[in-house]
Nanobody
């Protein structure tokens, strides 16, 4: 069973930056796509950034130019650098595989952007 452990969230002011980390306990980390998802109360999780095994990355329009996804295959860790944060970025952020996420999800990390 895969374990995903997210960290790095917090309460920040608009315009601030945060860096999220996700450690994955899977030996196939280097050959799978990894993504960051986020969820707000009453809404479905949405994929905001993905990093494929070939090095390609994709971003939701809402975060393009502000968020950067990266990965360290040796550490089985994926990161999300979030700059110029906006109140609408407030959500619980999760990592998981893409395009099809594992059935098990981590606990997520709360990001709150508020003045």
């Amino acid at each position: 069973q895969v374990q995903l452990v997210e960290s790095g969230g917090g309460l920040v002011q608009p315009g601030s930056s945060l860096r999220l980390s996700c450690a994955a306990s899977t030996t196939i980390f280097s050959i799978v796509g990894m993504g960051w998802y986020r969820q707000t109360p009453g809404n479905q999780r949405e994929l905001v950034a993905s990093s494929m095994s070939d090095g390609s990355t994709n971003y939701a329009d809402s975060v393009k130019g502000r968020f950067t996804i990266s990965r360290d295959n040796a550490k089985h860790t994926v990161y999300l650098q979030m700059n110029s944060l906006k109140p609408e970025d407030t959500a619980v952020y999760y990592c998981n595989t893409v395009p099809t996420p594992f059935q098990s999800w981590g606990q997520g990390t709360q990001v709150t952007v508020s003045s």
